[in-house]
């Protein structure tokens, strides 16, 4: 039987941004980044009522189409609870359409926000991770930024058929970071459409091309935790950013500039970020140069995964 929500109760979420494939590991791995949008979601009498602030602000829906609406809906449907109204505030602040996993962490703070309400009420019904990650990888279609933004850490994820053919299965274990390791992002102005550069992936791949891959993916786990003085060859790949160039001018001399300065950068999901783990200072030089080139340059920390208050 579906409860009702009294009117009245307000939480927020805070949810990490989030950074995927870090090199090798395509659709599979991900770290989560500090840098965070709010949610509040407050019960109301009636209706819905939606604002945006900050990144995107003029760009989204503020409406029952809005990402966060979406999925602060189906959260309470899963935990078979109902409000009669609905009042969204979204404070943001990770970039749009720039590989730092936006709208995974819009699913995830709408997911958390939902399921901050249930707690407080019926604390029963409340979901786990394991169903956030599930929920949330069904809107994004894989796991690897959802993930990480409800997990924290870096993360290793995958899917598994269900027993619906149409349905699958998505999972996922957080790893502690190493503590030396350090993130720098650097940010373009420009936007990339993840439709896009998806499409310029071919469907099939040379065996020696999946062989190294999974060779670096499995060297990623072990230099991200205990071994970052292997982080440049772990992050080498061959299935997806060498395709993805043409259509990433800057973020692909920005890899290779780091790459020669001996800092192990990668594409940040499907870009245009540039993602750097060193775990040596950030050299002036490099920073000056990158905001020469009109990118923003953020050292950020290792997240842990989505807070409610």
């Not at 399921?115 to 009420?121: A, E, F, Y």
């Not at 990650?133 to 409800?150: C, I, K, M, T, W």
């Not at 469907?203 to 072990?222: E, K, M, Q, T, Y």
Request: a negative charge; charged letters at 20%; glycine letters at 10%.
């Amino acid at each position: 039987m579906t409860q009702t929500l009294p009117v009245g109760i307000s939480v927020t979420a805070r949810v990490p941004a989030s950074s995927a494939n870090l090199g090798p590991g395509f659709d599979s791995l991900g770290l989560a980044l500090g840098l965070y949008d709010e949610i509040t979601v407050t019960t109301t009498g009636s209706g819905l009522d939606v604002r945006v602030e900050g990144e995107g602000a003029e760009e989204v829906p503020w409406g029952p189409t809005h990402l966060v609406v979406r999925a602060v809906e189906r959260g309470l449907e899963a935990a078979g609870v109902w409000a009669d109204g609905l009042d969204i505030v979204c404070r943001n602040v990770i970039p749009h359409s720039r590989g730092l996993g936006s709208s995974a962490s819009a699913v995830v703070g709408g997911l958390a926000a939902a399921n901050g309400l249930v707690r407080k009420v019926a604390p029963e019904r409340a979901l786990d991770d394991t169903q956030l990650v599930q929920l949330s990888s069904e809107f994004e279609g894989h796991p690897d930024n959802a993930s990480a933004s409800v997990l924290g850490g870096v993360v290793v994820s995958w899917s598994e058929a269900g027993v619906d053919a149409e349905q699958r299965a998505y999972r996922a274990v957080t790893l502690p970071v190493d503590p030396a390791i350090k993130v720098v992002v650097l940010v373009p102005t420009v936007r990339s459409s993840t439709a896009h550069t998806r499409g310029l992936l071919p469907d099939l791949v040379p065996h020696r091309d999946a062989s190294f891959n999974v060779s670096r993916a499995a060297l990623a786990v072990v230099a991200l935790t205990q071994r970052p003085d292997l982080l440049m060859p772990a992050t080498e790949d061959m299935l997806h950013q060498g395709q993805r160039a043409p259509a990433l001018p800057l973020t692909t001399k920005w890899v290779a500039v780091l790459r020669e300065a001996g800092i192990a950068a990668t594409v940040s999901g499907a870009g245009p970020t540039v993602l750097a783990l060193t775990t040596e200072p950030f050299p002036a030089e490099l920073r000056a140069a990158a905001e020469a080139d009109d990118l923003a340059v953020l050292e950020l920390e290792v997240a842990g995964g989505v807070e409610v208050s």
